[in-house]
């Protein structure tokens, strides 16, 4: 099992960026893909980004295509997402997670999940 926990969140203007990362528990990180989504108020959780395990392949949702770069430190058991240009639209709760094997932009693939963070982006 892993244990995923996020930080980094926060109230940003239109156009500023944002780094959130999410630290994982265990010694096993690298067997993980890794995801993040977000879940915007009265909306579904979307797929924002995944990175395969040894960090060598990374997915985007095209909402975010250009604008946000996920990564990862196997040695510190982290990934983060660099958020840059940052729109009111990308306002959301923000959540890592974790699966076995390859990298999915499904939400019913992963396994496990952190508690999020909330972005907000001002206008």
Do not use: H
């Not at 690298?30 to 392949?57: C, K, L, T």
């Not at 390859?102 to 992963?110: A, V």
Request: contains cysteine.
């Amino acid at each position: 099992q892993v244990q995923l926990v996020e930080s980094g969140g926060g109230l940003v203007q239109a156009g500023d960026s944002l780094t959130l990362s999410c630290a994982a528990s265990g010694r096993t990180f690298s067997r993980y893909a890794m995801g993040w989504f977000r879940q915007a108020p009265g909306n579904e959780r979307e797929f924002v980004a995944a990175i395969a395990r040894e960090g060598d392949y990374t997915y985007y949702a095209d909402s975010v295509k250009g604008r946000f770069t996920i990564s990862r430190d196997n040695a510190k058991n982290t990934v983060n997402l660099q958020m840059n240009s940052l729109k009111p639209e990308d306002t959301a709760i923000y959540s890592c997670a974790a699966r076995e094997r390859l990298m999915s932009s499904r939400e019913r693939e992963y396994a496990y999940w952190g508690q999020g963070t909330q972005v907000t982006v001002s206008s």
